[in-house]
């Protein structure tokens, strides 16, 4: 079975507060890591009342010193809010801190709106070639030093800390080729371009030190519980806030609503069954079925799974419930 992976925004509930999220991302790290998921990833969002891993090295740095054996990771970093030496000095230092064990991904996109994105960079202008020529710089810093070489990373030079490229269109496929990277698509938000980018980016994937052959990652929200109603009933929350989100109103994760699909009006119903069309919802059984349907159809070389759960304990047994199916699916291969 391919491996299974956590991708944590550390939700912030409806009467919760940054702090306890991140302290839940902590818990559900661990408890990740006991079930045998192979990396617990955080992404960086910004203006988001409903995320708190904004400062995502941060977060990740109390998460990995909560842990031993789970790889830790951005899921990804935005690029082009950062000058390439900082992330690798930060990289760097979580790599220091937990050898073999930290990965970074990184994505084109700002993580906000453009006024939030002209907030933390001041200044938009640029162009395209900017981030394929960001990723190449901030995977310099993570070489030896050469000599005559007048900046490097410290921490960060000759870690060789795994990058990944992040995307929800073929522009990552082609830059994740071209460089022989890892690729992670973003399918469990934005799926329109998933089979197309996986096609091009195997298609046009060349070798590099880092990795031999391409390596797919896919994004699907998995909301598991004892019941297939139940994990509906789970899976409102996540449905809420995309729609809050992408109406300009995005605030803390909702508590989850009973029969929220009946009182859909046909544009967000539409809206959630595009963008949420990688998730896979129910009891065990609707879990292990749906499971092993979107791994033959995608050809996914790893799953990347989150569940925006409004209730800790709950979002807990979905992970633990999708590794006991994962697990049963292993034996029986």
Known sequence: ????????????????????????????????????????????????????????????????????????????????????????????????????????????????DQITARAMRRNLAGDADDFPRDVMELMAYFRPVQPGQAVQAVPGAGLAVPVWILGSSTFGAQLAAALGLPYAFASHFAPAQMAEAVQVYRAQFRPSEQLAAPHVMLGVNIFAAETDAEARFLFSSLQQAFINLRTGRPGKLPPPAPDFDAGLDPYARAMLDNALSCSIVGGPETVRSGLKDFIARTGADELMVTAQIFDHTARRRSFAILAEAHGEMAKAA
């Open 1 to 112: 079975m391919i491996p299974l992976s956590v991708l944590d925004l550390s939700p912030v509930p409806d009467g919760s507060d940054a702090g306890q999220a991140l302290r839940n991302s902590l818990d559900l790290a661990r408890h990740a890591e006991a079930l045998g998921y192979a990396r617990y990833w955080m992404a960086e969002h910004h203006n988001m009342p409903g995320i708190a891993s904004a400062a995502t090295a941060v977060a990740l740095a109390h998460v990995a010193a909560g842990t031993s054996r789970i790889r830790i990771g951005a899921g990804g970093v935005m690029l082009p809010n950062h000058a390439p030496l900082l992330i690798a000095e930060q990289f760097g230092t979580l790599a220091a801190l937990h050898p073999g064990r930290v990965d970074l991904g990184l994505g084109r996109a700002p993580g906000s």
